[in-house]
């Protein structure tokens, strides 16, 4: 999970960074080169200088002989110089590029720059769509970049529309017999998160009140049982024992990719163009009710264990299938306001495929759909 998330972070990054760069004058993107090449100069010449200093230092310490150090100062003097060439020869390429873009009219003077409104950066959504005609906003969560107010307004308004989901809460599992006050799980202890991208696609032309909401996602139970106790796999049973040694942590971890998939109700209101001829139809502004369900496959399953030996912390991951149903199959619902909604979510299929009592997973949290 870290590893997709920091993708996902350089990906968000990386798209910031080419928009802002965009907004930037001839002026001030020439002379970031041209301190970038005297950071680069400075930073060689400074690193060659304690190269040369640590072989002087061998010489008089009698590690190395005269002739072996001036061998050795001549051959990371070549080398610095041609990191400096190398590095060099980047920025004069970006410079060449800039001067080019400049020549062809992609490039702003700062008179231009200031016509255009500049770029605003948000972290979450927005309700407001008056962001200046020519202004551009870079919506984060949304992972979206809307190009002056009416790019916005229709981008928000087409009949299909995008979302970036993360949702999270708590976890626990319902067992024949039993009901959840006598889990064998901690309540605040088992976590759930989910994230993953949707489409909401609206179903009649033009009313908006029904949608279908569609994607992929990823999502994480994991349960906490009580008492000192962990998982073991017997055959095709899987057991919760209790642990000889005194457990600091006993964490049990099911990933499944799912495709979920909602009736969505959005009870938000049909707007008109400020001169009255158009009518659009937005999403996501007002109360919003889904109930669907979901289906997927079983990723991975790990159980962690943390306990201290002969005053030793010791972290302990064991990894396997624990006899985990490979499918997951469930109904799952959510109801709020905006982006922000009450999420619930059970599995139709046992956690166990073939335990003699059967156990479901259930679900309670918040779930966030930045539009």
Request: aromatic share 10%; charged share 30%.
């Amino acid at each position: 999970m870290q590893k997709i998330i920091l993708y996902t972070i350089v990906i968000v990054f990386s798209l910031v960074t080419k928009v802002v760069a965009q907004e930037k004058t001839f002026e001030q993107q020439a002379k970031e080169i041209a301190t970038n090449i005297e950071m680069i100069t400075t930073e060689e010449k400074n690193a060659l200088k304690k190269e040369v200093e640590a072989i002087d230092f061998q010489v008089k310490e009698g590690k190395i002989t005269a002739n072996k150090a001036k061998e050795l100062k001549l051959k990371i003097a070549e080398e610095r110089a041609k990191n400096i060439e190398t590095k060099v020869a980047i920025e004069e390429a970006k410079l060449a590029q800039l001067v080019q873009d400049k020549v062809d009219g992609k490039i702003s003077d700062s008179d231009e720059k200031s016509k255009r409104g500049g770029t605003t950066i948000l972290l979450g959504g927005s309700r407001n769509d008056s962001i200046g005609k020519d202004r551009t906003e870079i919506n984060i969560a949304g992972m979206k970049v809307y190009r002056g107010e009416q790019d916005k307004i229709e981008r928000k308004s087409k009949r299909t529309t995008s979302q970036f989901v993360f949702a999270f809460g708590l976890n626990n599992v319902i067992t024949d017999g039993e009901n959840l006050e006598d889990s064998d799980y901690r309540v605040w202890g088992s976590h759930f998160y989910e994230w993953g991208v949707t489409y909401n696609s609206r179903i009649f032309k033009n009313n908006n009140l029904l949608h279908a909401k569609y994607g992929l996602s990823l999502m994480y139970n994991n349960l906490r049982p009580t008492d000192n106790r962990y998982f073991v796999k017997n055959g095709d049973q899987t057991d919760l024992v209790t642990s000889t040694v005194k457990l600091d942590d006993s964490r049990f971890r099911n990933v499944y990719l799912t495709t979920p998939l909602h009736l969505e109700f959005d009870f938000t209101p049909k707007k008109l163009s400020k001169d009255g001829t158009k009518t659009y139809f937005k999403t996501h502004e007002s109360v919003r009710l889904g109930i669907g369900g979901y289906g997927g496959v079983r990723i991975k399953s790990k159980q962690i264990l943390k306990y201290e030996a002969d005053d030793i912390k010791v972290k302990e991951k064991q990894k396997g299938d624990f006899n985990v149903s490979e499918f997951t199959y469930g109904l799952s619902a959510y109801l709020g306001y905006g982006q922000t909604s009450l999420y619930v979510k059970y599995d139709l299929n046992p956690m166990f495929k073939n335990n003699n009592i059967g156990q479901n997973n259930v679900s309670l949290g918040l779930r966030f759909d930045f539009n």
